[in-house]
């Protein structure tokens, strides 16, 4: 069968570090078919024009995680993403090394900074040395405990997440979306002992810093949805420890400030996260806001049926045990 | 067009300069805004952070307000937006709307989820149209380059979100386009504006709203527009701490969003509330080219 072919031009970064003085672009265009996976034109290319184009790649079928890039700025794997809606949303497709991790050669990156972020949460089951696994026996779990897991197991550590992740470009010290969700899948998983321990030392190392921007969600090929999985960490967090953190506190804050009137009460909100001495620190921008915006300092009114809030509060808050 | 007005609470408080263009532009395109006193925050994804049921039940609550008076939601902003929509996903989990109606039922408050939450962008681009838009244009924005920044929750997550597109969307370029103004394609306008970690760690979240400016900036943005009051804080209120964090003047006026519309349909920069941003907006204004282009 026949299929219509396009012109294709790729946009593909090449840098040797130490060999080149700068990054630069190098243009190759082909006629493919516009279901042809980016990952495949890139292995064209290095077949039939370009030998020296280095890439990372192996099963071609979006299971091992190594062919992970930047696709016209999109963190995908190259191997399931296709060219047509490329070159129909861009007319090309840009293709560049995954961010947040340093470029070895071309579209190549060290991934030491991913994976050290992964050693970090101890990715390995705690177990109680006094109740120790049964020696050749499974052990079992209820479809509810391997629900609570929700889509964390897909993971393939492709990165792509990782390399989408704002935090983690304004903060190298963010564990990134992989890690955190992995950290998620032993925090819920019943076999592990250490679900306090985990989640106090994750907390001041950079659980509050996630902006909820839902990128990682986008870029994960597998639907693990790691933005979603941070939230649970955050709420389970408070729920063990309280306001331990300016994150947990703000949280914490915004969530007692609506039982005033129903509307937020912006100066309340910044003192219980602040308190009095950090408020002293934002002295002067709030003036700077102030004379802009006086409504800053104004008491929101109390919205009509504030009984119907206070009383979902006290059914839902804290939330009811959940039936096993 | 008859439509269910949540402002939300920023464009009640500092954010006033927003609910004032909103009204403008929604009373010169015909669109009556039906206000209800007994909305309440939407919880801003933070009240999500520590109590995600309690969360889904107050959105629930506020979804069921418009639902009893048979009307849609109108939003203004993409947390707004975010936070009622997820309520609507998560109520479709039999578990989660147990849980909720328990607390709703006893209240008298019925949730059937039929309504639909819709985005000011939205209802210009879609229900109102741009070629109506276009019709009502009276000073076209020629010759003002606007990089649209998009806020993340009108964005993402996606399937959830019902948002044309998770990192490509061009609603809001369209709008641009439609009122005279010449959109700037840049990676910043769909990331983060820092806003959710001021409070956390406000150099970060600077530095992060920085770098989207920087890059609106270097793709020739003489403004910034957000359908977001919180980008617009974090853009706007906080733009000083971004630039000290960026090294970098920045000097960018920002918009938001039914500003830029009312400009375009005759609005006064003081029926717009212009004078309430803390960077001045008159380089943007001067940029526009007082007679139409040929």
Known sequence: MET??????????????????????????????????????????????????????????????????????????????????????????????????????????????????????????????????????PTKMSPAEVDRFKETPRCIACAACYSACPAVEADPGFPGPMALSKLYRFVVDPRDTAHQDRLLRIQPNGLWLCLRCHLCTEACPKDVRPSERIRDLKEMAIAVQGGTELGSRHAIGFKENLKGAGQLNEMKLVRATSGLTGMLGQIGQGIRVWRKKPEIMKRPRTIEGMDEITKIYAALDPPPKEEP | MKIAYYPGCVAQESGKELDMATRWVCRTLGIELVEFPNFSCCGSGFVDEANEVLNIAINARNLAIAERAGLDMLTICSTCQGMLTLAKVRMQDPKVKGRVEGALKPLGIEYKGTV???????????????????????????????????????????????????????????????????????????????????????????????????????????????????????????????????????????????????????????????????????????????????
């Open chain 2, 116 to 294: 639909k939450v819709k985005h000011l962008l939205r209802v210009l681009t879609e229900d109102i149209g741009l070629p109506a838009i276009k019709a009502k244009v009276r000073r076209p924005l020629h010759g003002m380059k606007v990089g649209a920044f998009y806020g993340c929750h009108l964005l993402r997550p996606a399937d959830e979100m019902e948002s044309e597109s998770a990192e490509e969307p061009h609603a809001f370029e369209d709008l641009l386009d439609a009122v005279g103004a010449t959109p700037v394609d840049y990676r910043g306008r769909v990331m983060c504006c820092g806003f959710p970690i001021q409070f956390v760690k406000p150099t970060m979240a600077s530095a992060i709203a920085g770098r989207q400016i920087l890059d609106a900036k270097s793709h020739g943005a003489d403004a910034m527009a957000t359908p977001c009051p919180l980008c617009h804080l974090s853009l706007d209120a906080y733009q000083n701490k971004a630039a000290k964090e960026v090294r970098a003047p920045l000097d960018m006026p920002v918009f938001h969003l039914p500003q830029v519309v009312g400009l375009a349909l005759g609005a006064s920069p003081e029926e717009l509330g212009l004078s309430r941003h803390l960077v001045p907006t008159d380089a943007a204004l001067a940029k526009v080219r007082s007679s139409a282009p040929a």
């Open chain 1, 4 to 137: 219509d072919t396009i012109s294709a031009s790729f946009d593909v970064y090449r840098y040797r570090p130490g060999k080149d003085a700068a990054p630069h672009y190098q243009r190759y265009t082909l006629d493919l078919t516009p279901h042809t996976p980016v990952l495949t034109a890139l292995l064209k290319i290095r077949a039939e024009v370009d030998p020296s184009l280095a890439l990372r790649y192996s099963c071609r079928s979006a299971i091992c995680g190594s062919c992970a890039m930047q696709i016209n700025s999109k963190s995908r794997l190259a191997c399931e993403t296709h060219i047509g809606p490329e070159m129909e949303r861009h007319g090309r497709v840009v293709v560049e090394p995954m961010r947040n991790q340093p470029v070895l050669r071309d579209l190549v990156v060290d991934q030491t900074p991913f994976w050290k972020e992964y050693d970090r949460i101890e990715p390995s089951l705690k177990l109680d040395p006094r109740r120790p696994m049964p020696e050749g026996k």
